[in-house]
């Protein structure tokens, strides 16, 4: 598919066939996140795979009752890693490390669409309650939880704001 394509075609998808996905399916879309830029390289951000009914269950109460989460085969959160990005970067490290952990993010989103594959960035949910879940240390952010499987589901574009309103030639 061409880049352009992928980019314009892929939605947010919450609904999800009951089909499983290979581990091999898994590891390209992480290698496509490790390819997302990151601030000096130091690629600040970790991926937590959950495949285990339970968990997903524990994530669906820890994201406001979000119940599609669960009917994915394969739920990944995306963590910041702003202990790895603030060794060098000081105070800049944690918004760094939140870009880190977004530009893959999106590649994932990207990627997964390439493969035929639907996801859904999920931001609403109880850092806290992830983090205890997942045992996710100090220092570090849960930024996205990201169901992964294949769509059953067509959802139609939802609408942009229209360009003029956001685009500022030379100032603002
Ligand atoms: C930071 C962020 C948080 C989001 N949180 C949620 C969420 O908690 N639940 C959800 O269903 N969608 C969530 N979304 C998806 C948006 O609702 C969706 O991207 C937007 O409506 C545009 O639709 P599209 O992704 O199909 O283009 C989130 C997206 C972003 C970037």
Aim: aromatic share 6%.
């Amino acid at each position: 598919m061409d880049c352009i394509d992928v980019i314009k075609g892929r939605r947010s998808i919450r609904k999800f066939k009951d089909l499983a996905i290979g581990k091999e399916i898994i590891e390209d879309l992480l290698n496509a996140a490790q390819m997302a830029p990151s601030a000096g390289n130091l690629q600040a951000r970790d991926f937590i795979i959950i495949t285990n009914k339970i968990t997903k269950q524990k994530l669906v109460k820890a994201a406001l009752g979000q119940s599609f989460i669960e009917q994915a085969p394969v739920v990944i959160v995306v963590v910041a890693n702003i202990e790895r990005s603030s060794r060098i970067y000081r105070s800049r490290g944690e918004l760094y490390a939140t870009q880190d952990a977004t530009a893959g993010i999106e590649n994932i989103l990207l990627a997964a669409h390439s493969m035929g594959l639907g996801t859904c960035w999920i931001g609403a949910f109880d850092e806290n309650a992830v983090s205890e879940l997942l045992g996710i240390p100090d220092k570090t952010l849960p930024v996205a939880i990201i169901p992964v499987g294949y769509p059953d589901e067509q959802p139609a574009t939802p609408p942009r704001i229209a360009m003029e309103r956001l685009v500022h030639w030379e100032t603002w």
